[in-house]
């Protein structure tokens, strides 16, 4: 099973038996505890579940006030907000890309339109056209994993120059956050 399916499960399991040993889940996915501590770190990390001794239990419901992350419980500033519509007209508003790219991953299906900032305009710019730069030395002080989004790639290639890191489509910039969050960073090219 990869780990996203794993990641699945463990959450499926959680919201009906309300808490889980790590040595349980381990047995039940055939899967060194190793491996379950990794899967569960940005479960933990994005506040799908909550650490307790031995395990995790279902995550403190968050005390959210306007304006706060719904992924993180960072304020949100314009300039790396992020937000999601989703059928029914609800509307979530993120951070930034990190905290936005893993929540669309997690909930696709659902999900109508995709809006972000380009970093030097401040202007709208839809998600799935935007260039993202992932790795770069500049330091936004927000999340880790930490991205800058672009309408142009041009302008992405040239902030790359001055601060380095990697320049990603879309999907791309989905692939390699999952990956990380996946605890696999330190394999990374
Ligand atoms: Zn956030």
Same mark, same amino acid.
């Given at each position: 099973?990869?780990?996203?399916?794993? =990641? @699945? !499960?463990?959450? $499926?399991?959680?919201?009906?038996?309300?808490? %889980?040993?790590?040595?349980?889940?381990? +047995?039940?996915?055939?899967?060194?505890?190793?491996?379950?501590?990794?899967?569960?770190?940005?479960?933990?990390?994005?506040?799908?579940?909550?650490?307790?001794?031995?395990?995790?239990?279902?995550?403190?419901?968050?005390?959210?006030?306007?304006?706060?992350?719904?992924?993180?419980?960072?304020?949100?500033?314009?300039?790396?907000?992020?937000?999601?519509?989703?059928? =029914? @007209? !609800?509307?979530? $508003?993120?951070?930034?890309?990190?905290?936005? %790219?893993?929540?669309?991953?997690?909930? +696709?299906?659902?999900?109508?339109?995709?809006?972000?900032?380009?970093?030097?305009?401040?202007?709208?710019?839809?998600?799935?056209?935007?260039?993202?730069?992932?790795?770069?030395?500049?330091?936004?002080?927000?999340?880790?994993?930490?991205?800058?989004?672009?309408?142009?790639?041009?302008?992405a290639?040239q902030f790359q120059?001055?601060?380095?890191?990697?320049?990603?489509?879309?999907?791309?910039?989905?692939?390699?956050?999952?990956?990380?969050?996946?605890?696999?960073?330190?394999?990374?090219?």
């Amino acid at each position: 099973m990869l780990p996203n399916a794993r =990641k @699945k !499960q463990i959450l $499926t399991w959680l919201k009906n038996e309300k808490a %889980l040993k790590i040595s349980e889940i381990s +047995k039940r996915l055939n899967v060194s505890e190793m491996t379950i501590y990794r899967d569960v770190k940005p479960l933990i990390e994005l506040n799908h579940a909550l650490k307790i001794p031995n395990g995790i239990g279902l995550p403190n419901p968050p005390r959210r006030r306007e304006g706060e992350c719904p992924s993180c419980l960072k304020p949100v500033h314009t300039r790396l907000s992020f937000e999601i519509s989703f059928d =029914k @007209k !609800q509307l979530e $508003t993120f951070c930034c890309a990190r905290c936005g %790219l893993m929540r669309y991953n997690d909930t +696709k299906e659902d999900v109508t339109q995709v809006i972000c900032k380009d970093y030097l305009t401040d202007k709208p710019i839809d998600a799935t056209g935007a260039t993202y730069l992932l790795h770069s030395d500049l330091n936004l002080n927000c999340c880790q994993q930490q991205i800058i989004t672009f309408a142009s790639r041009i302008h992405a290639r040239q902030f790359q120059t001055g601060f380095g890191g990697d320049v990603y489509h879309y999907e791309e910039a989905i692939r390699i956050l999952t990956f990380e969050m996946d605890g696999n960073a330190s394999q990374r090219n």
